[in-house]
């Protein structure tokens, strides 16, 4: 479980890092735009190869993984329309100003993002005793880029520096906290019902990515979205590929 734990914190660790680095330095809006489709692509790759590989691994070719993935998705969809109902619409959005009445949505939407990921990487500890590294450094990629247009908007909302990385921290500790849960409440599952929660934190992964990071990346970005998406979606799956060879 403390494996669980400290492999999450050091993935979350980003979220501080881009919180820092957005409260510090004056990034362009297009600079932000192709930081996010990175981290789209790395993500997309971890989805593809470490747990839509898993899922159909674990559970044996049956139709757990296919469920997992419309439930993941599914749930996510209902979870982020009721969010956005609390006022955290534009939570990934670049140029978005985050009010401080908005502080409650905020953490609940930046939260559900971050749950699934910390999930994946508390039950990849089952299988040994250190964690995916794809997956690791797929979660540290993206994150970055969501703290750091996350911070820009609190900073446009007259958030103090401070209160801003005191948030990101709160939410550093709960994402790791859910990977210890994930490693404890579910380690005794069967191979089946493992393919399943892969597959459902996978569905939820892409639901997010397809809803939020992507469009507000190629909005900013442009057509340097796709270069950028495809270089993050290579470089994870180098890392997997040299995991494993």
């Not at 330095?25 to 735009?33: A, H, I, N, P, V």
């Not at 994930?182 to 809803?211: E, Q, R």
């Not at 994870?236 to 040299?242: A, E, R």
Request: glycine share 12%; with cysteine.
């Amino acid at each position: 479980m403390l494996s669980a734990f400290l492999w999450a914190l050091l993935a979350a660790s980003s979220l501080f890092l881009g919180g820092l680095l957005g409260s510090w330095l004056t990034l362009g809006k297009r600079t932000l735009g192709v930081i996010m489709a990175f981290g789209a692509g790395a993500l997309i790759s971890a989805v593809s190869y470490e747990l839509a590989y898993e899922a159909v691994r674990l559970a044996q070719f049956s139709v757990y993984p296919i469920i997992g993935f419309l439930l993941g998705a599914f749930t996510f969809f209902c979870s982020d329309n009721l969010i956005e109902k609390m006022g955290g619409k534009n939570r990934k959005d670049i140029d978005a100003s985050h009010d401080l009445s908005l502080v409650v949505p905020l953490l609940l939407a930046i939260i559900l993002d971050g749950i699934p990921e910390s999930l994946v990487i508390g039950l990849s500890v089952l299988d040994g005793s250190t964690v995916s590294a794809g997956m690791l450094v797929a979660v540290f990629i993206s994150n970055m880029p969501e703290a750091v247009t996350g911070t820009v908007g609190m900073r446009a909302g007259g958030w103090s520096r401070t209160r801003i990385l005191m948030l990101w921290l709160f939410i550093v500790l709960v994402c790791a906290v859910s990977s210890a849960a994930g490693y404890t409440l579910l380690g005794d599952l069967s191979p089946l019902w493992l393919g399943f929660v892969h597959a459902f934190a996978g569905g939820a992964i892409l639901m997010m990515l397809a809803n939020t990071m992507m469009p507000e990346a190629y909005k900013h970005g442009g057509k340097y979205a796709g270069v950028f998406t495809v270089l993050g979606f290579a470089i994870s799956g180098w890392v997997i590929v040299l995991e494993n060879a």
